[in-house]
């Protein structure tokens, strides 16, 4: 069956503009997490979703980062007024409720200039 | 909070050679432990993963890890590197008060022919 899917793969963007990034999570999964990969770093949690309501935004950065799941499948994650530091791969990764195994997607290089 | 230390930022080694990749995680009870894998430009593949029971588990690709709870370790394996291995891996830990995953920094692989 079809995987974890992320679109765009790489977006490219200027200071100060608005992004929205897209995860499309596997069918049936009622989990979904956002998380954000630095230079040489490992992932770390941005949010997670259990159906549509996000169950725990711990670990967004500032309030210019926000995510939704209206229909509890897909997800956006919106970052605006977009900084420098702002630019990684933003891993989205879905599982079965309540499950610790988790599924990602390929990701999107987020480049902000 | 949990936390995972990888103490090696980079290995080489030579096809056909033994490779162990350490692990360390910081937590109070057991918790769901994990091998990651990142080829360049790809997302994170799921090497391995320990619940619970034997210690020694198994994973795709000839790869094993060992859990030992004294040594708060769970060091990845493989008896012999082949060249398609070169690749960044991560451990992490997942408590389910957290319902998140928590990544090491990663260690990079490099295979010397």
């Known amino acids: 069956g079809a995987g974890v899917s992320q679109t765009p793969s790489n977006k490219v963007t200027e200071k100060g503009k608005y992004v929205e990034l897209r995860c499309d999570p596997i069918?049936?999964?009622?989990?979904l997490y956002w998380y954000r990969q630095s230079l040489g770093q490992g992932p770390e949690f941005l949010i997670y979703?259990?159906?549509?309501?996000?169950?725990?935004d711990s670990g967004l950065p500032n309030d210019r980062f926000f995510a939704v799941r209206p229909e509890g499948s897909v997800s956006t994650l919106k970052i605006q007024r977009t900084e420098r530091g702002d630019s990684a791969v933003y891993l989205c990764?879905?599982?079965?409720?309540?499950?610790?195994?988790?599924?990602f997607g390929p990701g999107t290089r987020l480049t902000v200039l | 909070a949990q936390s995972v230390t990888q103490p090696d930022i980079h290995i080489t080694v030579s096809e056909g050679a033994s490779l162990e990749l350490r692990c360390n995680y910081s937590?109070?009870?057991?918790?769901?432990l994990f091998w990651y894998v990142q080829s360049p430009g790809q997302g994170l593949q799921l090497l391995l993963k320990?619940?619970?029971?034997?210690?020694l588990v198994q994973g795709i690709k000839g790869f094993e890890a060992e859990f030992k709870r004294s040594q708060s370790s769970f060091n990845l394996r493989k008896p012999s590197v082949h060249w398609s291995d070169a690749a960044e891996y991560f451990c992490?830990?997942?408590?389910?008060?957290?319902?998140?995953?928590?990544f090491g920094t990663g260690t990079r692989l490099q295979v010397t022919l």
């Open positions: 979703f259990q159906g549509t309501g996000a169950a725990d």
């Open positions: 937590y109070g009870a057991t918790p769901y």
């Open positions: 990764a879905s599982s079965r409720k309540a499950s610790p195994e988790q599924f």
């Open positions: 992490a830990v997942y408590t389910g008060t957290a319902s998140k995953l928590t």
């Open positions: 069918s049936g999964h009622t989990a």
């Open positions: 320990y619940f619970s029971g034997d210690t």
